[in-house]
């Protein structure tokens, strides 16, 4: 970065900083991850210069010849890797991503269903202060008493309420998702079945999770969480898509063309291309036999650390997990989200303070932490790693006012680091 830190020389120092801050910590926020060095390369490349409203091949400006040719990489790659026939890489992040979904099959006031945020559900995905639910008549499912989805009532719900949309998808649910199920649920009330697995694509790549491939009739994903891209997203659905703007009904049939006019013109402009080649190159590292291992790496690392939980009886939602994430609830530590959160980061842990199923606490100082494995699997943390993150993790959550535990932990989370470097090429 020589030309940013003689430019730059203030914005340059925060970077530096933020960078050591990753190499010298263990990222365990579960949506978080570390990409490659050719990911950053594309993400910094000259195709951030270029304006390219449209799609493939249909331009409104010229001078794309190239740009077509990285985002037909990516549409193709997107196909191949998740079972689709059509994709949409444009989306700027996920949160536009199910805005463009919203926008492409409901109009304002129609009813969408989906999993309640202080339950482990998404943000868009009907709550109430955002998009999904001002615009939209939102209803949204919890879970049970034991953490889990009960498909029952899921199903019961959707019969009485009868959306045109039903989500399925979370931000921290450490379960599988039954997708047969929800699928025969939306046939049975006549919605559009949305899959979003922004959190769990890396694992259905891998194999490590069941796929909405013939299941959902949209399927959305952003590109930085298990995928280990850049941060962006991906609609997939089946189908080939018609002129963009030309309106169409909301049918099946009528899904890609839908979907594309809403992404474009419908909210955004011209999409970011320097993101879109990132994207293609994070798919094209998906497709091989390396990151299926990683994948699976993933779970086995996680379920390290659900033992060591039980173990020392650290309460966790449902018991354990299935997936990348666990959720822990630490009402009988005596400690809050926001006090384990803190104490963690000062020892060199990230996490994030989480509200858990009829939590009662605020949503600002809830009960629990989430955390994951995704970024520590990325730098080559195993078994045995994790091991050692669990035991210290344990320590910080049983004394998190204890100092001397905390200047403890850190040092064996410097050892940690040292083991694995993080992006030692970099200045």
Known sequence: MQHLQQTDPELYTSLEKELSRQRDGLEMIPSENFVSPAVLEALGSTLTNKYSEGFPGKRYYGGNEFIDEV??????????????????????????????????????????????????GHLTHGWKVNF???????????????GYLDYDVIEKMALAEKPKL???GATAYP?????????KIAKKVDAFLVADVSHISGLIVAGAHPSPAGYADVMMTTTHKTLRGPRGAIILTNGNPST????????????????????FPGLQGGPHNHQTAAIAVALKEAATEEFKAYGKQIVKNTKV?????????????????????????LTNLGIGGKDAEKALERAG???????????????????????????LTTRGFTEADMQTVGEIFVQVLKNPEDEITITEVKKKVAELTAQHPLYSDLA
Do not use: W
């Not at 979904?101 to 409901?106: Q, R």
């Not at 379960?175 to 699928?183: G, I, N, Q, V």
């Open 71 to 120: 985002e037909t990489l990516a549409q193709e790659r997107a196909k191949k890797l998740f079972g689709f026939s059509h994709a949409n890489v444009q989306p700027y992040s996920g949160s536009p991503a199910n805005q463009a979904i919203c926008f492409a099959l409901l109009e304002p006031g129609e009813k969408l269903m989906g999993m309640n945020l202080l339950y482990g």
């Open 132 to 146: 999904s639910g001002v615009y939209y008549n939102a209803v949204q499912y919890p879970t049970g008493k034991d």
């Open 166 to 168: 039903l989500f399925v």
């Open 175 to 183: 379960r599988l998702f039954d997708f047969e199920r929800l699928s």
């Open 244 to 263: 963009p703007l030309k309106a169409v009904e909301r049918t099946r049939e009528n899904l890609p063309t839908l979907i594309d006019r809403a992404v």
């Open 305 to 329: 650390l659900e033992g060591i939980f039980a173990e020392n009886d650290i309460a966790m939602v449902t018991g354990g997990s299935d997936n990348h994430l666990l959720l822990l609830d």
């Open 349 to 375: 842990i990230t996490v994030n303070k989480n509200a858990i199923p009829f939590d009662t606490r605020k949503p600002y100082d809830p009960s629990g932490i989430r955390l994951g494995t995704p970024a």
